[in-house]
């Protein structure tokens, strides 16, 4: 009795967003279930902000569970079965919006939960513009971008993303995501929309039908991929000539396989990946979980990240922190898709748009697939 | 003792019974005299009993695991309560709403709306809604996430004219004074949160619901959620502006004169708000949400709403054969948005084309193995077997690495010439892909069927034929096959179903001509969360298969299915 | 020992050999000629070569040397279903997604015989094994006697001069077995068809056929009318598996004439007809047929060898008695008396004196 009134005395702090961890330390939860995507980027995470926490906290387990693809998915079921097995999810914005809009993941107030920056700025203020949801707590930044084989464009290399639509200079196979997604924005481009009426261009049905159009015109050279290790795969088997995917992995492809492949950073798009927490977590679990989350995004732990994969920190003041892989000891900075570099020509992911479009542009985009 | 009685009697008693059969006219007597049929009835029941009570472990496991999940699925392709749930005033409202006749609904509709969305959003299902919505509406996801912040402002407009009237209705314990019970308002006072007890439910003061409707049934929503939902004491909550509104609607309302019944604590305030109330400014609730978004003034969103207020819905059928509601009943999408149609055609087909495949593939397999020594045959029989052994994921990767146009079986024909070097074969990515990979990962589920029934055939058979004279063909399709047909049957049956439903494969070396139906249901549960128009797609497919063993039956007759001797 | 004369020969196997392995021989060497409408019986026990034979000469199987030749011609590269020789099998292999009829029809219907013509032939063969009302059942719906008649009625229905029989009766109880010895044996001479009937049941043999040929390791050990057979055994394997038979082992001590004198391993010395010896000093089993011996003094024929024996057992068979007996060391003497009215029944203990002609005593191999 004692016991369940302490935890709804801390369960009406936390609800109330007045966090203090210090009060309920005694009843945070031993064990945390963390979600991500496997293989590297999971291993970054682990590096970078899991093992030094569990270092500092030596009575604490990690469990992690690779199911971020199928998160949105997986944590309905669990909620509609009312027994939430994860503790904090690693998901791309958009799911973090759905998440968040479906009620699954938990609101959270950027300011209280998370660290500020060592100079004093509010994690709002750090975070800025990435915080696209209420739910979400951005890690870093990615982007989808194109690599290409060097050794079979001839001697001059692609570098506008039109080179993609261009099947006389860059004769091959090209590989795209199977979604409509970043498809229909670059295709638009090319088809000679301004860049900055694109999704203007795309609400109309018109719009909608010119881009499918514009990729008509490369419908038969294109393999379409649905797992992100499906592009560096053909790429390295010399399967196509270019292909979408995102930046880390070919990184790898370059990098640590050395293979003939280069990137096209030209409208690249943005997107963003990070933790949300779900919703309705006991409050042990929660407070455990508070705990974690306002460590391991902190402004060291996001730059230690990229030691060990190109995708750039969400924080501002992560980014000067920014140095060496920390195997191979390359410069990190310019693998980053924030290097301003390489991003002279982005996107960045409009959620709002396809939160409302996805579904009539999804229809449409796999009639016309299956066409 | 009792054995040496049962000794003596029962052979009297036998005789007994069988003296009396020959007397007895009416039913036959067991050996105590008992009707037969009774007896016999009573030892099949024990029977009965008992191999119920061995199957009733799978018994139950099934139900919990199949077919309780599949009326689940069946139920959610239906299923559409969310609209009539999250916005329960707009829906009953809109019962009285022209949908065609061109016009807004009236300002009563965008009130409960307003009503609706502030209760949803202070529980956060609107944006769950919105969600749902998108799928027949596109930008129904934005504009009930910007609604459901717009309607705070709406019922501050009243708000902060009542709290500049009195500062007595800013405080949340006012409120429970005046609309709550004297008994729950001592409970309340004697509670202490830290006491661990649970806090009293709120309990509306008697007739306070007479003389301020809408404030009372507004509250007691308001007290739930605050109460039950966010677990907070009610006594240090201030209410939602959503009670103001409700508050001026009650002093302005056919009820305004019941205020003066009114007794209680607070009873001055009361009647100094009622005198204040009609000179109020107001809102118009129907330009308001024209302000949230233009969206809301508007027909397709309120027509939307109407189309799917019911609590069951044919919409996701309709959507899985690529119609959608409309006005004016259901209607062919836009041909640019129809797929189910061609997906559903290219299943059955490529199901088909695997089945066949498997069946010239698997059976010569299973000749051989029905016809070689038991030991050669189990040898064989783990080779059909190893793809078993790996994932199916590492297998069909393979293929991938086999098949592509820098694969293995592309560098072979290019290298012996078969192809030109600038013409390599498309082998995946498509159909054939699909077709290719899915036989070989199917091939043992007709192997296995196939042997067993072909073990069955005796060889003198085909001996028997040919010493009558039929030549080795005549004596394998007049004899042989026949009887292999049951096998044929059980095969056919289990690769068609399982490759009807396949999603893994197709959607790796399947391309764009490639994939499933099941590649869309995959989706939209993992993807796009429209599982009522997976549930749709599932249950077609699901009737779409129970169809053709229907057909089955009537063509070939279930009882030809064998899976062994 | 195999009839090799090529006069009217219609079945004849030319020094056949037979190896799965190739290295053991299945059938060795064989030699065998039939006459047209001979009802011929191959009796062995399994694993003698037999059966092997029988699916050589349907062409089942192929002779890894020597000729099969059917009225002349040679059949070896011929196949089964051109050779037109009826078969019946152990398990009857009926089709049983066909009814009868459409069993007896099948090989009519290779044969692009006409609808009409088919139905009259079906009615006919069903008929001659009064099967005619069965026409229209599966073959699952009989019992075992009476698929073993639409079987033969199959083997017989497209008139066939060559029938083989595969151990047909083998699946079907005692007296079932008799009733169809006798059908089978009287169809056979009616249609006057050739039979080669395979069979370990030697009763089965010696009842149905004009002549018997008993295979022993991949031979024939002896090619005999069934009288022969039992009666003159030409060596001591036949004499062992035909019938019961007693016998007695020694060495030939001379031989005279027609009979020689064997002296006893057990002890004593008899005169038997010699066989297969031809000098004094080689081994030989003696061979006496158990009926042919007598222990009635009265009874005893003129010129008997007698032997001292002592009772061991008595069996009462019903028609006959059955007398184990020590004999010059073997405790396996048997004697068989009929069952007269004077008859005396032997008690063990009994100590006795049998007796038997020398003609009857046949000095075999050892």
Redesign the interface.
């Known amino acids: 009795?004692?016991f369940?009134?302490t935890l709804?005395?801390s369960?009406?702090i936390v609800?109330?967003g007045t966090l203090a961890f210090a009060d309920a330390h005694g009843n945070m939860a031993k064990e945390m279930t963390l979600v991500s995507w496997g293989g590297a980027y999971q291993a970054s995470q682990d590096k970078a902000y899991v093992q030094p926490y569990l270092e500092m906290h030596p009575d604490v387990t990690a469990v992690w569970d690779e199911s971020s693809?199928?998160a949105?998915?997986k944590l309905?079921a669990m909620n509609e079965a009312g027994n939430v097995t994860w503790d904090l999810v690693d998901v791309v914005a958009a799911d973090a919006i759905?998440l968040?809009?479906?009620?699954l993941a938990m609101?959270i107030d950027a300011d209280e939960v998370l660290a500020a920056a060592p100079d004093g700025t509010s994690a709002s203020d750090d975070f800025g513009d990435l915080l696209v949801s209420d739910c979400f707590i951005p890690q870093i930044v990615y982007s989808t971008t194109f690599g290409y084989r060097t050794d079979m464009v001839g001697d001059t290399p692609p570098t506008k993303i039109c080179d993609v639509f261009d099947t006389d200079a860059y004769p091959g196979?090209r590989a795209l995501e199977?979604r409509p997604i970043n498809n229909m924005e670059w295709a638009l481009l090319c088809d000679g929309v301004d860049k900055a009426d694109v999704y203007d261009v795309l609400a109309t049905p018109e719009g909608q039908?010119k881009a499918?159009a514009k990729l008509d015109t490369i419908k038969d050279d294109v393999?379409?991929w649905?797992?992100g290790a499906d592009t560096p795969?053909?790429l390295a088997?010399?399967?196509i000539v270019m292909g979408s995917t995102y930046n880390g992995r070919l990184f790898s492809v370059i990098e640590e396989q050395k293979q003939p492949v280069a990137m096209l950073w030209d409208a690249q798009v943005f997107d963003l990946d990070g933790w949300i927490i779900p919703a309705g977590l006991p409050d042990d679990r929660l407070a455990r979980v508070m705990d974690f989350v306002k460590f391991a995004t902190d402004t060291q732990r996001l730059a230690d990240q990229s030691k060990y994969i190109s995708y750039g920190p969400a924080r501002l003041s992560s980014a000067p922190l920014v140095g060496q892989h920390a195997d191979m000891g390359i410069d990190m900075a310019p693998h980053m898709p924030t290097d301003p570099a390489n991003a002279q020509n982005t996107f960045l992911y409009n959620y709002?748009f396809w939160?409302?479009?996805?579904?009539?542009i999804?229809?449409?985009f796999?009639?016309?697939?299956?066409? | 003792m009792s054995d040496a009685n049962n000794a003596t009697t029962a052979p009297n008693s036998a005789l007994a019974a069988e003296r009396a059969e020959d007397e007895y006219t009416g039913p036959m007597l067991a050996a105590d005299g008992t009707p037969l049929k009774r007896s016999l009835n009573r030892a099949l029941r024990r029977q009965k009993i008992s191999a119920l009570l061995l199957i009733a472990p799978l018994l139950i496991f099934v139900l919990v695991t199949f077919i309780a999940p599949i009326a689940d699925m069946l139920f959610r392709s239906v299923e559409n309560q969310i609209v009539q749930d999250t916005l329960p005033r707009t829906t009953t409202e809109l019962k009285n709403w022209d949908s065609e006749g061109g016009e807004l609904p009236d300002q009563t509709v965008y009130k409960s709306l307003y009503q609706d969305i502030y209760v949803a959003q202070e529980r956060?299902?609107h944006?769950?809604l919105?969600?749902r919505l998108?799928?027949e509406l596109?930008?129904?996801?934005?504009l009930f996430?910007k609604s459901g912040r717009g309607v705070d402002d709406i019922g501050e407009v009243y708000q902060d004219q009542f709290e500049d009237l009195n500062a007595f209705w800013k405080k949340g314990e006012n409120w429970n004074d005046v609309l709550g019970s004297d008994a729950w308002l001592a409970a309340m006072n004697d509670w202490k949160?830290?006491?661990?007890d649970a806090q009293p439910p709120f309990e509306m003061r008697d007739g306070i619901a007479d003389i301020l409707p809408q404030t009372a049934d507004y509250y007691s929503i308001f007290a739930d959620f605050v109460q039950n939902e966010?677990?907070?004491n009610l006594y240090k909550e201030d209410p939602w502006p959503l009670i103001y509104s409700a508050f001026y609607d009650d002093l302005t309302g056919p009820t305004a004169e019941q205020v003066a019944t009114y007794a209680g604590p607070g009873a001055t305030e009361l009647a100094e708000a009622a005198a204040a109330a009609p000179s109020f400014a107001t809102v118009d609730y129907m330009d308001a949400f024209a302000d949230i978004d233009k969206d809301w003034v508007e027909l397709p969103i309120w027509q939307t709403i109407a189309t799917y207020s019911p609590k069951f819905t044919n919409g996701y059928f309709l959507n899985a054969v690529d119609m959608q509601k409309t006005p004016d009943g259901p209607a062919l999408r836009p041909e640019?948005?129809?797929?189910y149609w061609?997906?559903f055609k290219?299943t059955l087909f490529m199901s088909v084309c695997i089945t066949l495949s498997c069946i010239l593939l698997g059976y010569p397999i299973g000749w051989i193995l029905a016809n070689l020594p038991a030991r050669t045959a189990n040898l064989l029989m783990i080779l059909v077997l190893l793809p078993f052994w790996t994932s199916l994921l590492v297998r069909t990767s393979a293929w991938?690495?086999m098949l592509?146009?820098?694969?293995v079986i592309n560098d072979t024909l290019v290298w012996l010439g078969v192809v030109a070097d600038d013409s390599r074969l498309a082998l995946i990515?498509n159909q054939t892909g699909t077709i290719i990979a899915m036989t070989h990962i199917l091939l043992p589920f007709m192997i296995l069927p196939l042997y067993s029934v072909m073990k069955t055939v005796p060889p003198s058979y085909l001996r028997a034929a040919k010493s009558l004279g039929a030549t080795n063909w005549t004596a394998f399709w007049r004899v042989y096959f026949p009887q292999s047909v049951p096998g044929i049957g059980a095969g056919s049956i289990l690769v068609f179903i399982l490759s009807i439903g396949y999603y893994i494969t197709p959607?790796?070396v399947g391309?764009?001509?490639g994939?499933f139906i099941s590649n869309?249901i995959a989706y939209h549960?993992?993807?796009?969360?429209?599982?009522g128009l997976a549930a749709a797609l599932g249950a077609i497919l699901l009737a779409v298969v129970l169809g053709l063993y229907y057909a089955y039956d009537k063509i070939v007759g279930i009882d030809n299915v064998k899976l062994g001797g | 020992m195999a009839d090799t004369s090529a006069t009217n020969a219609f079945v004849e196997f030319e020094r056949v050999q037979k190896s799965y392995d190739g290295e053991n021989l299945v059938v060795k060497d064989l030699n065998l000629s039939m006459p047209k409408g001979e009802f011929l019986t191959m009796l062995g026990p399994s694993g003698s070569g037999k059966t092997t034979c029988l699916m050589m000469l349907a062409g089942f199987e192929t002779a890894t040397h020597g000729d099969i030749r059917l009225d002349g011609k040679s059949i070896n590269n011929i196949p089964p279903h051109k050779r037109g020789i009826g078969m019946v099998f152990q398990n009857y292999a009926l089709f049983p997604h066909m009814t009868v009829a459409e069993n007896l029809s099948f090989p009519l219907e290779v044969r692009k015989m006409g609808k009409s013509d088919r139905e009259e032939k079906v009615k006919i063969a069903l008929d001659r094994v009064q099967m005619g009302d069965f026409g229209g059942r599966r073959p699952a719906q009989l019992s075992g006697g009476q698929q073993q008649r639409v079987a033969l009625a199959r083997a017989l229905v497209f008139e066939p001069e060559l029938v083989l029989m595969d151990e047909p009766l083998g699946a079907l109880d005692k007296q079932l077995r008799e009733t169809l010895q006798f059908e089978i044996t009287h169809l056979a001479h009616e249609l006057g068809i050739t039979v080669v009937y395979v069979t370990h049941d030697q009763t089965e043999a010696l009842t149905m056929s004009d002549r018997v040929a008993v295979f022993e390791n991949g031979r024939i050990q002896q090619l005999a009318p069934p009288d022969l057979l039992y009666e003159e055994p030409e060596n001591s394997f036949v004499a062992q598996f035909i019938g019961e038979n007693n016998t007695l082992e020694g060495v030939v001590k001379e031989i005279k004439g027609g009979t020689c004198l064997v002296q006893l391993d057990g002890g004593g010395l008899i005169e038997a007809k010699p066989i297969n010896v031809t000098q004094a000093g080689e081994r030989t089993r003696v061979s006496i047929r158990p009926e042919r011996v007598e222990f009635n003094k009265d009874r005893m024929p003129d010129g008997a060898h007698t032997l001292k024996a002592e009772v061991l057992e008595f069996v009462y068979m019903g028609d006959i008695f059955r007398t184990r007996l020590r004999v010059a060391g073997t405790d396996n003497f048997i004697i068989k008396t009929r069952n007269a009215p004077d008859q005396v029944r032997l008690k063990p203990g009994q100590q006795i004196e049998i007796g038997w002609l020398a003609e009857d005593c046949r000095a075999l191999d050892a």
């Open positions: 009795m004692k369940t009134t709804l005395a369960s009406a609800g109330a693809a199928e949105v998915a309905r759905r968040c809009d479906e009620g609101e196979k199977k039908e499918l393999i379409w649905s797992a795969q053909l088997d010399g399967e709002e939160a409302d479009y996805r579904d009539d999804d229809a449409k796999q009639a016309w697939l299956a066409q | 956060k299902l944006t769950r919105g969600s998108n799928y596109t930008g129904a996801s934005s996430r949160k830290a006491s661990g966010d677990e907070d640019d948005e129809r797929i061609t997906l290219r991938k690495v592509q146009q820098q694969g990515n959607e790796i391309g764009r001509t994939t869309r549960i993992s993807s796009s969360l429209n599982w």
